[in-house]
């Protein structure tokens, strides 16, 4: 059970902390490596769509930088999410991928996608321990096959 300081998971500062998790800093970045130090413990254990389970900072940077070599850009539209206390977020989002040599004008593939994140709190920030992410990727992976990614 996490012991989770309740001004971290008001509304307001879940808001940030996802604009921020998602922002320029965050995914939108595609630097894995920061996005996985600023976002995840040290154990994290993330189940990623039908892809097997992976456990730790080092195996999940190596496999947000496989997805991430392939892309020019990704962005998340999170409309609502839910905290349900001690620690766990729900949070759809709207995904848009945009493979690399794509037009960023007409080629961003737009996916939904629904997390789960069990959070806990390290030097004053969120971090997330465990995240359970449930998409059908398959337009993805598929465009990246034909431009010769995968």
Do not use: C
């Amino acid at each position: 059970m996490a012991n989770i300081n309740p001004d971290l998971v008001t509304k307001a500062a879940l808001r940030a902390w996802l604009n921020e998790v998602h922002g320029p800093n965050g995914t939108a970045s595609l630097d894995a490596k920061r996005v996985v130090e600023d976002t995840f413990t040290d154990d994290i254990e993330l189940r990623y769509g039908n892809y097997p389970p992976v456990t730790g900072k080092e195996t999940v940077t190596g496999f947000f930088e496989m997805q991430y070599r392939a892309l020019d850009g990704m962005t998340h539209e999170v409309p609502e999410f839910d905290f349900i206390a001690p620690d766990k977020l729900y949070q759809p989002a709207r995904v848009g991928w945009l493979v690399k040599g794509d037009d960023p004008d007409k080629d961003w593939i737009m996916i939904q996608a629904m997390s789960t994140f069990w959070l806990t709190e390290e030097d004053s920030k969120l971090k997330i321990r465990k995240a359970e992410i449930v998409l059908d990727a398959n337009a993805v992976v598929e465009r990246m096959k034909t431009k010769g990614w995968m």
